[in-house]
């Protein structure tokens, strides 16, 4: 079998058990992924555009922008029209939004190390330089 194949297949179950760390959070690894990008943004400047943090953390314009209205919704987050140009939406994180965020990279960690073990370190550095080029700036 290919590197492609178990690849595939590991994410696959990396990301399931995200999912079910994340689940006592009330946080999918979409919502988890959106929020995290978000407070991760907001940390190296000023508040992110809406799609800046779909951008980052890997999403679709639309799903994004369901997504975080509903993380909105919950009152983790607030959206607001950039004030130089009202079609782009900024977002920022609401204090729960910021402890429901560390929370989630603190589980999120947590699952790295019980999916890679002590291999997480050379992993990391392995597919850092293949998925480089799909994240921004």
Not at 28 to 41: E, H, K, M, R, V
Not at 120 to 137: C, F, N, S, T, V
Request: neutral net charge.
């Amino acid at each position: 079998m290919s590197p492609g194949f178990w690849l595939h297949h590991a994410a696959l179950e990396w990301r399931a058990t995200l999912e079910r760390n994340l689940r006592p959070l009330g946080l999918t690894p979409t919502q988890f992924n959106l929020l995290a990008s978000a407070g991760w943004l907001s940390r190296q400047g000023e508040s992110p555009t809406q799609q800046q943090v779909a951008d980052m953390s890997g999403s679709d314009r639309m799903m994004a922008s369901k997504v975080i209205r509903g993380l909105e919704e919950r009152e983790l987050l607030i959206r607001r029209p950039d004030p130089a140009d009202a079609r782009v939406l900024r977002i920022e994180l609401t204090a729960a939004g910021r402890e429901l965020a560390s929370k989630g990279v603190r589980t999120a960690v947590d699952t790295d190390e019980q999916i890679f073990g002590d291999d997480g370190e050379q992993l990391r550095e392995r597919l850092k330089p293949i998925a480089a080029h799909r994240l921004p700036g």
